[in-house]
């Protein structure tokens, strides 16, 4: 475990490392102690931060959602961070790759949730009762330390977090299967990726459930109007100033974005 002055130092280095676009040492490798109990605390005082100087909380990001990922990690369960307004973009958005160190793009669904949601034992039906809509997004992904990254180091550095994009055909919950919704994600003109909702933990809903456990156990849960990012779908592909992404969400609809 580390002491509190450590949590602080990390938090404050990864925010050095968000202001100046150059990546770190692994906080693994210059705290050896830390433990996933530490790096959840670095990544809340780095919120706190960003908070601190203007930036407001819009919701959650969850991660490692796949069996693939996970075992590369190490892990047995998803990670999680916060989404703060100011990496929030709409559709048809120009965004500078430039405001990132190695960006990467992955296909998602955002929750957004129509009434506050607690634990414990929260269950799929839960979450579904609890959205208000559900519509397609995008998560920019970005590494604010060096590779190869433990466990910690991802957590510490707000699971991963970028930017969200969103679009698309917002739907209610129940409209369909959301088990089912397909994607294809195309860089350039060229299909990169394509897959299905359900590669998330078999179903888009059953990690939001698992978020809502983990949060209670810190004392908080989801709030009406929070945008939940429920995880990835396709396997993240690199994007660098000129990309242009189009993402296809068949019946839901499209999101396209292009990079400076």
Known sequence: MLTEGERQQGADALLQAECTRQAIPQLSKTYPGIEIEDAYRIQGLWAQARIANGAR?????IGLTSRAMQMASKMTEPDYGCILDDALYNDGARIKASDFIKPRLEVELAFVMGQDLEGPGARIYDVMRATEMVLPALEIIDYRTEVPRAITDTIADNAAFGAIVVGGRPIRPMDVDIRWVGATLSKNGIIEESGVSAAIMGHPAAGIAWLVDKLHAVGTGLRKGEIVLAGSFTRPVD???????????????????SFS
Do not use: R, T
């Open 57 to 61: 909380m819009v919701g959650h990001k």
């Open 239 to 257: 994007i660098a100033a000129g990309d242009v992404i189009q993402a296809d969400y068949g019946p839901l609809g499209a999101i396209g974005v």
